[in-house]
């Protein structure tokens, strides 16, 4: 049987050579964009929908670019004295960077739901994700009985509660 067409694609992504010089400009463009940007199309359409993203009205693709590397703490509200706890930089989180990602694409687009999140590149600063939003007050969503289950009230601000597939995953539950 022959290949989908979603393989080759996918397939072209894995082949990193042909695309090179075309993402070395993209990524250079991405870098002086917002944190948050919304975009039109996904840019790896195989990814998107196989994590379930449907081009019709009701879905919202976001870009969203986490600076790589360790994060820091806050440098105020350390109470106590033990200096060795009082440290602010070199700190793994407990998070992934896609749900880092996930939760600035919810706090940008509030009224919006995040489905899921996928890696897009990478540079020496930032790594970049595409994030998967679902609106779910919108008529189409609402009707269509694949998607309608995130219309439901505990579906809400889910990204924060850990119930994406990035927050099962650093929580230990996938």
């Known amino acids: 049987m022959g290949k989908s067409f979603y393989k080759y694609i996918s397939d072209a992504w894995k082949k990193s050579e042909e695309l090179k010089e075309i993402f070395k400009k993209r990524l250079i463009e991405w870098r002086r964009d917002p944190v948050v940007k919304r975009i039109e ?79 897009v590149g990478e540079d020496g600063k930032y790594k970049y994700f595409e994030v998967i939003l679902v609106d779910p007050n919108h008529p189409s969503i609402k009707a269509d009985p694949k998607i309608n289950w995130i219309c439901e009230k505990q579906h809400r601000k889910r990204v924060f509660r850990g119930l994406t597939s990035a927050g099962k995953k650093a929580r230990g539950l996938r």
Request: proline share 5%.
């Open 41 to 119: 199309k996904p840019t790896r359409l195989d990814r998107a929908r196989a994590l379930g993203y449907r081009a019709k009205q009701g879905f919202v693709i976001a870009r969203v670019k986490v600076r790589r590397g360790g994060r820091k703490r806050r440098l105020y509200g350390r109470g106590g004295r033990k200096p060795s706890k009082a440290g602010l930089v070199k700190f793994t989180p407990k998070k992934s960077l896609k749900w880092i990602a996930e939760e600035k694409a919810q706090r940008k687009f509030k009224n919006l739901e995040v489905l899921n999140s996928y890696p």
